[in-house]
């Protein structure tokens, strides 16, 4: 139903967030894409 659409969205925010984070340790500011 809508609520566990809701947390899914969520989770995957998360994850892209997270992910984010983890690339942008490795590359230097000026190379990271959002």
């Given at each position: 139903?809508?609520?566990?659409?809701?947390?899914?969205?969520?989770?995957?925010?998360?994850?892209?967030?997270?992910?984010?984070?983890?690339?942008?340790?490795?590359?230097t500011?000026?190379?990271i894409?959002?």
């Open positions: 139903g809508e609520f566990t659409q809701k947390v899914l969205a969520a989770e995957l925010h998360q994850g892209v967030a997270e992910c984010h984070a983890v690339v942008g340790h490795r590359l500011p000026s190379e894409i959002v």
